[in-house]
């Protein structure tokens, strides 16, 4: 089994990469979030990886960490989700946007990912329930209600994931719920 790549990136294909290890090019599908964290072709790159043997060939995907290695073998144990729709969740969530999403149980973030429908979601919801969250300790969820309550306000007035994230980061942990609202949407508004 392939579990690490170390070489030179030849290629960079969304989704897919090639790297050159000592003269051997090797395919690798990558979500996007890790593809976004690649280095320039022609540099030094490292992925953890995931080899998969199906009927019709054999398949290498990569990550950047191994919490997105994880997650990604925890989605295509799932009945139904295959690789290509388990690179579609990371691409569109960090794990810790998952893990958070499947400790709340909100299908609603799920369904914003291409090719996740609903009943897709609330299958993910119950079949990960308490695995990503307990697996990977580094992942946070949130702390009170009134910040979790601040982050669902900003995602059900159209801002996606990242936007309403960065700007949690930005807002005093002592906040009520209206407070951290408008000062949410103030930085928000801000160019």
């Known amino acids: 089994m392939i579990g690490r790549l ?59 960490s191994e919490a997105e290695r994880f997650a990604f073998r925890q989605l295509v144990k799932i009945s139904g989700v295959g690789a290509r729709t388990a690179l579609a969740v990371l691409s569109g969530l960090s794990v810790a946007d998952l893990a ?45 209600d009134a910040r979790h309550d601040i982050l669902n306000a900003l995602l059900a007035l159209g801002y996606n994931d990242r936007e309403a994230a960065a700007v949690m980061k930005q807002l005093p942990s002592e906040l009520s719920t209206s407070d951290g609202i408008r000062q949410a949407l103030k930085l928000l508004a801000k160019p």
């Open 100 to 144: 958070q999403a499947i400790a709340l149980q909100e299908a609603g973030r799920l369904v914003k990912v291409p090719g996740i429908g609903k009943k897709t979601a609330e299958r993910l919801l119950l079949e990960l329930k308490g695995k990503l969250a307990e697996a990977l300790p580094s992942v946070r969820l949130p702390a009170d």
């Open 6 to 64: 170390s070489g030179i990136l030849q290629e960079k294909t969304p989704p897919r990469v090639l790297v050159d290890v000592h003269g051997v090019g090797y395919e690798v599908d990558v979500p996007m979030s890790t593809f976004f964290n690649l280095p320039a072709v022609g540099e030094a790159c490292t992925l953890l990886t995931h080899f998969a043997v199906r009927e019709d060939g054999q398949f290498l995907y990569g990550f950047s």
